[in-house]
Each structure stands twice: as C-alpha cells, then as structure tokens.
C-alpha cells in the first residue's frame, strides 16, 4: 500500500479513459481487420514529402532538438504573416492547454468552458487547483451568452473549442467576435482550432487578425489533425507576445522532438495535400450526414472529419463488434451516442451499411413486439 498522499487536487480526478487499442479489440472479437475511426487522424495520412524528410532527418538523433524549434516558427511566421514572437511550438497542441493552466491559473481560480467538450481543458484546470465552471452546450453548439454570465472576478480563463469535440459545431462568426470584444482583458480566452483546416463554412471567424487587438486571445492549433501527424505530437499556440513569454517559462526545455520538428516543416510546404484533404472531407461529410437525414438519425452539423450521432437505441456495441473503432461517449454521459471519424468512401459506406442493417434489424423487432401486445 503507497502511503504517499496525493496532491490534493487531483485526488478526485479519474485518468483519461483510452478505450481499447486496435489489437485488443481484434483480439476480443476474432477480427481480421479494425477501421480506426475513434481519434480524427486523417485517414489519408501525412503529405508524401513528410516521409522523405523523416528518412533524411535519421542522422541525428543522438542530439537533442533545438529548444526554440527557430525553423518551425520561422516558417509558421511565414505562413501566417506573424512575428515570430508570437507563436510557441508544443508537444501536440495538448501541451499547450496544460502550459497555459500553469502559467495562469492559481488555485481556486476560475475557468469557463463548455459541457461537453475537449476533456484536456478540465483535467488541466483541476490539476492547478483551479475550478472548472462549466456551461451547458445549446443545440450541441458552445453558448457564449450563458458563458459571459459565467465571469466572475475569479475568471482566468476561458475555453472555446471552435469546431468543437466532439460535436464538431462552430460557434457564429459574429457573436464569437463580439464576445472577444466583449471579454475584459485581464480573462484569457483559448481558442482551439484544431480542425480549422476542415471548416467550410463561411459562417465560421477567422480569428488570427484578432491577435494584434487583443492580448488576451489564445489560439491553438495542430499538425495531428489534417496535417496528419498525430503520432509525432506537433502543435502550435499563436498569441500575444507577453503570453508567449510567460508560457516559455513552464514549459520543458526540449520539448518538441527532433522528427516532429522536421516534419512539420515540411508539412506546412505542402498545401495542396491539405486542400485535397479537406475537400475529400468535405465529400464525405455531406455524403454520411445525408444517410443520417434520410434515415432519421440526430446528428449535429460538424465542420470537421467527424460527425456527433445521436441514436435512441444501442450501435456501438455492434459497430465495434462489426470492426468499427468508434469513440464512445459515456465519458460525457452518452451511453447511445458515438462520434465517428470520417473515412475514405470505402469506410464511410461500410459503416454506413452496419448502421443500416441495425436499423432494419429493429424494424423487424418492433413489429414481432407490436403483432405480440
Ligand atoms: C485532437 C485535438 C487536439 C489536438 O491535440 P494534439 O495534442 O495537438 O494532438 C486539440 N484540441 C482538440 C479539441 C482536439 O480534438
């Protein structure tokens, strides 16, 4: 028995609930194969040229990474038109929520988010002894105006997840424009877009030109998502100079590996890959959300490469069972709701097929109940 006490902060605190592996689901259910669509990846991978780099990059491994990851943000202030201070590279874009719930939350603070949404936010904010306050979604989309009556003097903080996960709805431009307006200065707001490069909608802020009004506004985002890189754990924050300073200071020194860097320079050169995945998406989306509509099924509008479904009645049990690795929501108290990452065409009509078929399966069952009563 350890008799180490605990921080106390965490003693409440359950871990991250990471599922089974692909293997383990193999295993259980005598499958050949699994289609992994329970984490986002890009199902078309990383651009070509990545691997190249990767294989030219094997030399050094014996030396550690550069620190200020200096090629990275050079070409990200490229890309972006932004000075180089004003962005931090980290460790997945999951470093950076707990690098900035570090440098700025105390214990007993206060930050706002949404329910539900991106886990890591909350585990992030109790570790610091910080208290989550948190705001029911409306429509599966983030209420801001319920968030902004949220603020109290205690407010460090506030979390918008825009597309959010795992409904993959995005906030209105205009009314997430006038609360960043709105919001004093002294409350970060963190904006995580990690599926920006999968919006479509011209309903949706272009938030980086707010950098320079706002000292306030935080915007992460990722080269695990369309970039296709989730296993290197390459992420970005674009920020106030001053923040970026103070975020310098907690986190670890080497933080960003040596491939990941690599990689994700290269990535960022590669455009067309990423426009050619979004659009491939963006297929795939209206092809899966028009199956749901036509069949009855609840689903939230998503903007990104998975969609939030809602069914009245038992799938994932028999989608796993089917080789179907989709994320569970009981988590956030779903026990009949999923989120499906979206697949190639393939994928998409497969899955479609074993929802189709339980579908008719219940149809068969209701009326053998209704000729039984
Ligand atoms: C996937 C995801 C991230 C990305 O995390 P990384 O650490 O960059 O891999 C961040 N936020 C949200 C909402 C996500 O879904």
Known sequence: MVKIQTKRAIE??????????PEELMNQYHLKTIRKMSDNENIYGCSPNVRESIIQNMQKLFLYPDGKT??????LSAFYNLNAEQLIIGNGSEELIRLLTRAFINPGDEAVLADMTFPRYEA???IEGGISVKVP???GVHDLPAMYEKITPRTKMIFICNPNNPTGTIVEKQELYHFIEKVPENILIVLDEAYYEYVTSNGYLQSVPLIDKHSNLVILRTFSKIYGLAGLRVGYGIMNSNIVHELHKVKDVFNVNQLAQTAAVTALENKDFILDCADKNDKERIFVCEFLEKNGLNYYPSQTNFVFIYCQFPVVEKLISNGFL???????GYTDAFRITLGTREDNKAFLEVISQIISERAVENGNNARKS
């Open 12 to 21: 409440e605190m359950t871990s991250y609930p990471l599922g089974f592996t």
């Open 70 to 75: 200096s090629l990275l943000i050079q070409k």
């Open 124 to 126: 992030n904010i109790v």
């Open 137 to 139: 979604l409306a429509n």
């Open 326 to 332: 989709v994320r569970e929501l009981k988590y956030h």
